[in-house]
T-cell receptor
Framework: AQRVTQPEKLLSVFKGAPVELKCNYSYSGSPELFWYVQYSRQRLQLLLRHISRESIKGFTADLNKGETSFHLKKPFAQEEDSAMYYCALSEGGGNKLTFGTGTQLKVEL | GAVVSQHPSRVICKSGTSVKIECRSLDFQATTMFWYRQFPKKSLMLMATSNEGSKATYEQGVEKDKFLINHASLTLSTLTVTSAHPEDSSFYIC?????????????FGAGTRLSVL
Protein backbone atom coordinates (compact mmCIF):
# COMPACT_ATOMS: atom_id res chain seq x y z
CA ALA A 1 0.00 0.00 0.00
CA GLN A 2 1.15 3.51 -0.70
CA ARG A 3 2.34 5.74 2.10
CA VAL A 4 3.37 9.39 2.33
CA THR A 5 5.59 10.66 5.13
CA GLN A 6 6.12 14.25 6.14
CA PRO A 7 8.51 14.11 9.09
CA GLU A 8 8.07 17.68 10.27
CA LYS A 9 4.82 18.80 11.88
CA LEU A 10 6.03 22.37 12.21
CA LEU A 11 8.73 24.29 10.39
CA SER A 12 9.64 27.83 11.40
CA VAL A 13 11.88 29.98 9.24
CA PHE A 14 12.67 33.66 9.03
CA LYS A 15 11.53 35.77 6.13
CA GLY A 16 14.05 35.56 3.30
CA ALA A 17 15.48 32.23 4.47
CA PRO A 18 15.34 29.11 2.28
CA VAL A 19 12.57 26.63 2.88
CA GLU A 20 12.51 22.88 2.39
CA LEU A 21 9.48 20.83 3.32
CA LYS A 22 10.29 17.15 3.26
CA CYS A 23 8.14 14.45 1.74
CA ASN A 24 8.98 10.79 1.27
CA TYR A 25 6.75 8.16 -0.22
CA SER A 26 6.50 4.44 -0.64
CA TYR A 27 4.77 3.01 -3.68
CA SER A 28 5.64 0.10 -5.90
CA GLY A 29 4.48 1.65 -9.18
CA SER A 30 4.97 5.01 -10.86
CA PRO A 31 3.21 7.56 -8.69
CA GLU A 32 2.00 11.04 -9.33
CA LEU A 33 3.06 13.41 -6.58
CA PHE A 34 1.36 16.62 -5.53
CA TRP A 35 1.76 19.39 -3.01
CA TYR A 36 -1.45 20.89 -1.66
CA VAL A 37 -1.56 24.00 0.53
CA GLN A 38 -4.12 25.27 3.01
CA TYR A 39 -3.86 28.90 4.00
CA SER A 40 -5.52 30.09 7.19
CA ARG A 41 -9.32 29.90 6.95
CA GLN A 42 -9.18 28.72 3.34
CA ARG A 43 -9.80 25.42 1.64
CA LEU A 44 -7.17 23.00 0.50
CA GLN A 45 -5.81 23.88 -2.93
CA LEU A 46 -3.29 22.46 -5.33
CA LEU A 47 0.12 24.11 -5.21
CA LEU A 48 2.01 22.04 -7.73
CA ARG A 49 2.41 18.57 -9.22
CA HIS A 50 5.54 16.81 -10.34
CA ILE A 51 4.26 16.21 -13.87
CA SER A 52 4.02 19.93 -14.53
CA ARG A 53 7.62 20.61 -13.56
CA GLU A 54 6.75 24.23 -12.92
CA SER A 55 7.42 26.78 -10.23
CA ILE A 56 4.39 28.11 -8.41
CA LYS A 57 4.70 31.10 -6.07
CA GLY A 58 8.44 30.49 -6.11
CA PHE A 59 8.07 26.89 -4.95
CA THR A 60 9.54 23.92 -6.79
CA ALA A 61 9.57 20.22 -6.11
CA ASP A 62 11.58 17.53 -7.85
CA LEU A 63 10.60 13.90 -7.84
CA ASN A 64 13.59 11.79 -6.84
CA LYS A 65 12.69 8.20 -7.54
CA GLY A 66 15.96 6.89 -6.14
CA GLU A 67 15.32 8.48 -2.77
CA THR A 68 11.52 8.24 -3.14
CA SER A 69 11.26 11.88 -2.19
CA PHE A 70 9.35 14.92 -3.39
CA HIS A 71 10.64 17.75 -1.23
CA LEU A 72 9.15 21.21 -1.63
CA LYS A 73 11.62 24.07 -1.83
CA LYS A 74 11.67 27.83 -2.02
CA PRO A 75 14.85 29.90 -1.95
CA PHE A 76 13.45 32.89 -0.07
CA ALA A 77 10.47 32.49 2.24
CA GLN A 78 7.79 35.16 2.36
CA GLU A 79 5.37 35.89 5.17
CA GLU A 80 2.42 34.93 2.97
CA ASP A 81 3.88 31.44 2.60
CA SER A 82 2.78 30.63 6.14
CA ALA A 83 0.29 27.78 5.75
CA MET A 84 -0.26 24.07 6.11
CA TYR A 85 1.37 22.03 3.36
CA TYR A 86 0.34 18.50 2.44
CA CYS A 87 2.24 16.14 0.20
CA ALA A 88 0.02 13.68 -1.64
CA LEU A 89 0.43 10.66 -3.88
CA SER A 90 -1.84 9.30 -6.55
CA GLU A 91 -1.66 6.07 -8.46
CA GLY A 92 -2.42 8.15 -11.51
CA GLY A 93 -5.36 8.59 -13.83
CA GLY A 94 -7.43 10.64 -11.45
CA ASN A 95 -7.31 8.03 -8.74
CA LYS A 96 -7.53 8.65 -5.03
CA LEU A 97 -4.93 10.64 -3.17
CA THR A 98 -2.97 9.47 -0.18
CA PHE A 99 -2.01 12.42 1.98
CA GLY A 100 0.87 12.93 4.33
CA THR A 101 0.21 14.29 7.79
CA GLY A 102 1.09 17.81 6.75
CA THR A 103 3.70 20.37 7.75
CA GLN A 104 2.77 23.72 9.23
CA LEU A 105 5.12 26.35 7.80
CA LYS A 106 5.52 29.50 9.81
CA VAL A 107 7.48 32.36 8.32
CA GLU A 108 8.59 34.84 10.92
CA LEU A 109 9.61 38.42 10.34
CA GLY B 1 -10.02 27.80 -11.33
CA ALA B 2 -12.53 25.05 -10.72
CA VAL B 3 -14.94 25.64 -7.85
CA VAL B 4 -16.39 23.08 -5.50
CA SER B 5 -19.19 24.10 -3.20
CA GLN B 6 -19.85 22.17 0.01
CA HIS B 7 -22.93 22.73 2.12
CA PRO B 8 -23.55 23.19 4.98
CA SER B 9 -20.33 24.59 6.35
CA ARG B 10 -21.35 23.76 9.86
CA VAL B 11 -24.05 21.57 11.37
CA ILE B 12 -25.01 20.65 14.89
CA CYS B 13 -27.37 17.74 15.42
CA LYS B 14 -28.72 15.50 18.12
CA SER B 15 -27.45 11.99 18.58
CA GLY B 16 -29.46 9.51 16.54
CA THR B 17 -30.41 11.88 13.74
CA SER B 18 -29.13 11.82 10.19
CA VAL B 19 -27.22 14.60 8.48
CA LYS B 20 -26.76 15.18 4.76
CA ILE B 21 -23.80 17.04 3.32
CA GLU B 22 -23.79 18.20 -0.30
CA CYS B 23 -20.82 18.62 -2.59
CA ARG B 24 -21.24 20.37 -5.93
CA SER B 25 -18.83 21.09 -8.73
CA LEU B 26 -19.97 24.48 -9.99
CA ASP B 27 -18.13 24.93 -13.27
CA PHE B 28 -17.01 21.48 -14.36
CA GLN B 29 -18.27 17.94 -14.55
CA ALA B 30 -16.83 15.73 -11.87
CA THR B 31 -16.48 12.15 -12.98
CA THR B 32 -15.21 11.30 -9.54
CA MET B 33 -15.83 12.79 -6.13
CA PHE B 34 -14.05 11.94 -2.93
CA TRP B 35 -15.07 12.23 0.70
CA TYR B 36 -12.52 12.78 3.44
CA ARG B 37 -12.59 13.07 7.18
CA GLN B 38 -10.10 15.20 9.04
CA PHE B 39 -9.43 14.79 12.73
CA PRO B 40 -7.93 17.67 14.73
CA LYS B 41 -4.31 18.26 13.80
CA LYS B 42 -4.34 15.13 11.66
CA SER B 43 -4.19 14.51 7.95
CA LEU B 44 -7.12 13.94 5.63
CA MET B 45 -8.38 10.39 5.74
CA LEU B 46 -10.11 9.19 2.60
CA MET B 47 -13.48 7.68 3.38
CA ALA B 48 -14.79 6.80 -0.04
CA THR B 49 -14.52 7.37 -3.76
CA SER B 50 -17.69 8.12 -5.64
CA ASN B 51 -18.22 7.78 -9.38
CA GLU B 52 -21.31 9.17 -11.04
CA GLY B 53 -24.01 6.58 -11.49
CA SER B 54 -22.28 3.79 -9.63
CA LYS B 55 -21.83 2.65 -6.06
CA ALA B 56 -19.18 4.32 -3.97
CA THR B 57 -15.98 2.52 -3.10
CA TYR B 58 -15.33 2.69 0.61
CA GLU B 59 -11.96 2.56 2.28
CA GLN B 60 -11.21 -0.15 4.77
CA GLY B 61 -12.78 0.51 8.14
CA VAL B 62 -15.42 2.92 6.86
CA GLU B 63 -18.97 1.70 7.45
CA LYS B 64 -20.93 2.00 4.22
CA ASP B 65 -24.26 1.75 6.04
CA LYS B 66 -23.20 4.54 8.35
CA PHE B 67 -21.90 6.89 5.70
CA LEU B 68 -24.22 6.78 2.70
CA ILE B 69 -22.84 8.30 -0.46
CA ASN B 70 -24.88 9.18 -3.51
CA HIS B 71 -23.43 10.57 -6.73
CA ALA B 72 -26.54 11.10 -8.79
CA SER B 73 -25.12 13.53 -11.33
CA LEU B 74 -21.81 14.74 -12.66
CA THR B 75 -22.01 17.82 -10.46
CA LEU B 76 -23.46 16.56 -7.21
CA SER B 77 -22.49 14.05 -4.56
CA THR B 78 -24.03 13.73 -1.12
CA LEU B 79 -22.77 12.18 2.09
CA THR B 80 -25.38 11.19 4.66
CA VAL B 81 -24.22 10.39 8.16
CA THR B 82 -26.94 8.09 9.45
CA SER B 83 -27.87 7.79 13.11
CA ALA B 84 -25.08 10.15 14.06
CA HIS B 85 -23.28 9.73 17.36
CA PRO B 86 -20.82 12.02 19.15
CA GLU B 87 -17.88 10.03 17.80
CA ASP B 88 -18.97 11.03 14.30
CA SER B 89 -18.21 14.64 15.15
CA SER B 90 -15.50 15.72 12.76
CA PHE B 91 -14.57 17.86 9.79
CA TYR B 92 -15.75 16.33 6.53
CA ILE B 93 -14.26 17.48 3.25
CA CYS B 94 -15.25 16.62 -0.29
CA UNK B 95 -13.25 16.95 -3.46
CA UNK B 96 -14.14 16.64 -7.10
CA UNK B 97 -12.06 15.61 -10.05
CA UNK B 98 -12.74 16.08 -13.74
CA UNK B 99 -10.71 12.93 -14.25
CA UNK B 100 -8.01 12.48 -16.84
CA UNK B 101 -9.29 15.48 -18.76
CA UNK B 102 -8.27 17.65 -15.84
CA UNK B 103 -4.97 15.94 -15.20
CA UNK B 104 -6.36 14.01 -12.27
CA UNK B 105 -6.33 17.09 -10.06
CA UNK B 106 -8.76 17.19 -7.17
CA UNK B 107 -10.57 20.41 -6.25
CA PHE B 108 -11.66 20.70 -2.67
CA GLY B 109 -14.72 21.99 -0.92
CA ALA B 110 -14.40 24.21 2.13
CA GLY B 111 -15.46 21.42 4.46
CA THR B 112 -18.33 20.75 6.87
CA ARG B 113 -17.90 20.84 10.62
CA LEU B 114 -20.26 18.26 12.13
CA SER B 115 -20.97 18.37 15.85
CA VAL B 116 -23.17 15.64 17.29
CA LEU B 117 -24.57 16.35 20.73
Amino acid sequence: AQRVTQPEKLLSVFKGAPVELKCNYSYSGSPELFWYVQYSRQRLQLLLRHISRESIKGFTADLNKGETSFHLKKPFAQEEDSAMYYCALSEGGGNKLTFGTGTQLKVEL
Amino acid sequence: GAVVSQHPSRVICKSGTSVKIECRSLDFQATTMFWYRQFPKKSLMLMATSNEGSKATYEQGVEKDKFLINHASLTLSTLTVTSAHPEDSSFYICSASPGLAGGGIQYFGAGTRLSVL
